[in-house]
């Protein structure tokens, strides 16, 4: 059951969702304070403090005098921060913990998991990722076992499956899809959520040249990946593209931890969409894990 919501996290949440789904774009100026307190019944300090915390997460600016207006181009600033979440959660000085919630050793399921696992057995595993105790990330990972018959042997309950594969098993081409969903009520359960909050989507399928390693999908909610933005490494490969419906063809390919700075990168026109509908397609060359 979700923790009770003050109304200061309410005003937050619900600005938090009409960025993410798009519904305000980059520049989009919201409503004043005086407008916010009257639809909420609200004293001007609780506007104040849920703009304030928008803020300082990087979604707003404030102009003094001007009023607030969407901050430009936070969704790559958000997906430039996903290498490694174990890594990330650390780093920001936060106690990192596993919660392995499933693991299932069978044969593949439906067309996306037989594009993975083909006529081999994969690993199925579905795990939390929490920072200082909190719900940070909810991950469905598949792993081939034909082309990583090592990971039959990991309960995958205290490292993390990323963070091992990083560690055990090279690549060489990874491709990356990027949607703002709202979350069904199974995953805003276990991400302590509302059903229905916006959150960031990210799914990934990587190679090691035509072997096909893993794919996973991972759900971050939006609040935290806001507050996760100071914490961005940037990294000069990498690609936005325009929203699309599926996976692109093409692919960065590299080796391991060797990140290329050759890449150019282009900005990507953020247009109107539901919160359903792909926001961003982007394609970075970093962790593709």
């Known amino acids: 059951m979700a923790k009770p919501t ?16 798009g519904a305000w774009a980059p520049g989009f100026r919201i409503p004043v304070e005086h407008e916010l307190m009257a639809r909420y019944g609200c004293a001007r ?8 915390s928008l803020t300082q997460s990087g979604l707003l600016v404030r102009r003094k005098r001007g009023g607030s207006f969407v901050a430009e181009q936070h969704f790559q600033s958000v997906v430039l921060a996903i290498p490694d979440i174990r890594a990330d959660i650390i780093a920001r000085g936060a106690a990192y913990g596993l919660k392995l919630l499933s693991r ?42 034909k082309n990583v018959p090592e990971a ?19 690549w060489s081409q990874a491709e990356n899809r990027i949607t703002a969903v709202p979350a069904d009520r199974a995953s805003a359960k276990l991400l302590n959520l509302d059903a229905g909050s916006a959150c960031l989507n990210i799914e990934r399928r990587t190679w090691r040249g035509a072997a096909r390693i893993t794919q996973v999908r991972q759900l971050f909610p939006g609040h935290v990946l806001s507050s996760w933005r100071s914490s961005i490494r940037e ?22 931890s060797e990140h290329s700075d050759a890449i150019a990168s282009r900005p990507a026109a953020c247009r109107k969409s539901s919160v359903r509908r792909t926001l961003w397609h982007i394609r970075e060359f970093c962790s593709p894990w």
């Open 104 to 145: 299932d050793i069978r044969r593949p399921k439906g067309e996306a998991e037989t594009w993975l696992g083909q006529d081999g057995k994969i690993i199925a595993l579905t795990c939390l990722h929490l920072a200082n105790g909190s719900p940070f990330a909810l991950e469905h990972r598949l792993i081939n076992l």
């Open 6 to 21: 003050s109304l200061q996290q309410k005003i937050r949440a619900d600005i938090e969702k009409k960025i993410l789904s």
């Open 45 to 52: 300090m609780t506007v104040s403090q849920a703009l304030s």
């Open 235 to 256: 990294r000069a490969g990498h690609e936005i593209g325009r929203p699309d419906r599926g996976w692109e063809t093409g692919m960065f390919q590299g080796h391991g």
């Open 152 to 170: 039959a042997k990991v309960e995958f309950s205290e490292e993390p499956p990323g963070s091992w594969l990083l560690g055990h098993v090279a």
